[in-house]
């Protein structure tokens, strides 16, 4: 296995202790080891979804049919609740589409993001991943329609593996060109929501990590009923980078909300990742996950 043998047992060890299932896939950017656990198993994605709209978004704007520049405005038929402020605003709201992308990633604003579904259409968003050799990873409605009901998994899906690999694409330059993957990657640095896999790290008042140039996360995250937690995130560092992706579901230990269990579980799993790679100097973090 080599350098991320001892990781890999630390990881298995603490995804075992979840009362739900885990998955996860990690990938060493330097030397291209890769470790995982039920990697390719479907899990729902809930608002880790929006990594691959992004990534749609902006290859859609590489190909001349949007331009991240226009303006666009927000209708009454995209409202939907949850996380985001524009639910709050009134609709006819005009914004630039990077300004709307930006909302959909750092603050996981819903009405945000059906305007990009609209805007680059959903099965646009589908061949776009499958263009990318992302077979399992399929967004299947716009946020709020009802027929899905309560059912995540008929929300939009994922595996490990895929989303892994799409951050790596993201990181590498290769999903889209290399100023629009940097772009990418700017707006997933200035996540706003820091309580999943890099919840444990040493952020300042500033949402900062100390070096801040050279030391960062790109992430996003998402949840949902039913013990749904999942994130995704590249993790950089002076020492190299990293690409973690990590889902729970049907969890039923204590807490609730940014202090439930799979949110403790995915910040064990992010903290022992980026110590255990980028910064073995930091102490280890007793960890937080029921059973460990």
Known sequence: MGELTQLDGELRAMASGYS????????????GEHIGRDEDDVM????????????????AAQ?????????????????????GVLVHLTPGVEMTVRDAATLMIIISDNVATNMMIDLVGLERINQTMRGLGLTQTTLFQR?????????ARKMSVSTAREMARLLELI??????SAEASEDMLRI???QDYRHELSSRLPWNELN???????????????????????????FHGVRGSF??????????GPGSGRAAEGNILLGDLGYAAWRGILHPAQPPAAPLTTGH
Not at 63 to 83: F, H, P
Not at 143 to 151: E, N, T
Not at 171 to 176: F, G, K, M, Q
């Open 243 to 252: 690409v973690l992706a990590a889902f729970c579901e049907g969890g039923t």
């Open 20 to 31: 739900g299932k885990a998955t996860f896939a990690l990938t060493d950017l330097g030397s």
């Open 143 to 151: 946020l709020g329609d009802r027929q899905a009901g309560l059912d």
């Open 171 to 176: 990181a590498r330059h290769e999903a889209v």
């Open 208 to 234: 900062r990590l100390d070096d801040h140039k050279n030391n960062w996360v790109a992430e996003k995250g998402g949840a949902f009923l039913n013990g749904i937690r999942c994130s995704g995130a590249v």
């Open 63 to 83: 190909d001349g049919l949007v331009a991240l520049t226009d303006r666009i405005a927000y209708r009454e038929d995209q409202k939907v609740l949850g996380s």
């Open 188 to 190: 997933m640095r200035r």
């Open 44 to 59: 729902p994605t809930a608002s880790l979804i929006k990594v691959p709209i992004l990534v749609a978004l902006y290859r």
